[in-house]
């Protein structure tokens, strides 16, 4: 059987590629199982500081494998919520890690391929991609679209999940979907370059911080200024809190340690 996610890791930047282009790289239960491998994969390696997801062929992601549930449906299989890719993410952020996260959007990404972007910290999209959220097309629930505007307008959510059509890509940026469009060619590219310069930064700032930024919507002022004492203060005590000051006194570029 042939992988449906691939995983390569080069100078402590992690790609993770969808690998099902025949099928736009459709979410079955294989490719479901191994992309939720993959992440924890990459967070549990201490090596890895970001990692890029992008998909194999012209799609990034054409959402659920209907052609699979269809058969599931007429095999008597009674499919759940949970059955879909990373539960976590109906509440819009995964909890798989607290590491960064880029899409590289190449093609297509549409509902469950619209969630794994959204999963993602940064959004690159090439010039031809289309993201949409298509689910009402077939009776099914994007549960995550309810959250998501935290990101973008309740109204475009609404336009999104209600007329079911993608948008393209310079509309995902007009409406701060997406951080950045680029010509298809470059893609790969300008994830790498965005890719080392997070590297090149503490990596235990950008996981506290992811963590505070994504908890805090959800915080009163209280909570979120408590959460962030205790953080900073588990900072302060590890190596590379002292590695960032000593490197700027000694006019030299830190090296960190991750801990």
Known sequence: MATTVLYEKTDQVVLITLNRPEALNAINRQLQREFEEALRRYDEDEEARVAIITGAGRAFCAGRDLKERAAENAAGVQVRASDSIAPETVYMFPR???????????????AGGWVIAQMCDLRIAAEEAKLGITEARWSLLPAFAAVLAKLIPMAVVMELVFTAEPITAQRAYEIGFVNKVVPGDRLLEEARDMARRIV???????????????????????????????????????????????AFAEKRAPQWKGR
């Open 96 to 110: 798989l890690t607290w590491k960064p996260l880029i899409a590289a959007i190449n093609g297509y990404a549409l």
């Open 200 to 246: 090149a930064n503490a990596p235990l700032s950008l996981r506290y911080f992811k963590e505070l930024a994504y908890r805090g919507l959800d915080m009163s002022e209280p909570s979120l200024a408590a959460l962030s004492r205790q953080f900073y203060d588990q900072l302060l005590k590890s190596e590379d809190a002292k590695e960032g000051p000593r």
